[in-house]
């Protein structure tokens, strides 16, 4: 055990004990320093995942929100007949139909437009951008649907 320190002395077998108890691990000049860069460096890699990680659940849960129009049974919105024509509504008058007015729904859904609103034209002209929202209409209501 005393091998390396041939004096008998007290110093040395003071350094022996401690050799022997870590083990012959003992750390070079500046190891302290780049142990300390090590853990600084793992620290802010975690820090960044999680920072990543929440703004990706950040980011899924607000599109989830966004595509969301109303909390209907389907992710595209409603299938409330209400809300569903309010949408179309809003939207034929976005896409060159400012005057198109607000049908009057009975208890089906079936809707009923005023007298004198040219509906056959008004659909056409917008059909293409604002017709995929009355596909979320429940069938009874689909059935009169003027202009499709």
């Known amino acids: 055990m005393f091998e390396r320190y041939p004096d008998d002395s007290s110093t040395a077998r003071l350094f022996a004990e ?22 600084r460096r793992r620290r802010r890699n975690r820090a960044a995942v ?6 990706l659940l950040a980011g899924l849960t607000l599109g989830d929100t966004l595509t969301r ?35 009057r729904l009975d208890p089906n859904g079936s809707v009923n437009f005023p007298d ?8 056409a ?10 596909d979320r209409l429940p069938p009874k209501a689909r059935l009169s649907q003027p202009g499709r």
Do not use: M, N, Y
């Open 18 to 39: 401690v050799e022997h108890e870590v083990g012959g691990h003992i750390r070079p000049a500046g190891a302290q320093a780049a142990i300390v860069l090590v853990r």
């Open 50 to 55: 999680g920072l990543l990680a929440l703004v």
């Open 69 to 103: 129009k109303d909390s209907g049974t389907t992710p595209g919105g409603s299938t409330d007949p209400a809300v569903v024509w309010d949408e179309f509504v809003a939207c034929a008058r976005a896409h060159g139909q400012p005057d198109f007015p607000h049908p």
């Open 116 to 123: 004198g609103f040219d509906v056959h034209s008004a659909f």
């Open 125 to 134: 002209a917008v059909d293409k951008d604002c017709g995929p929202i009355l």
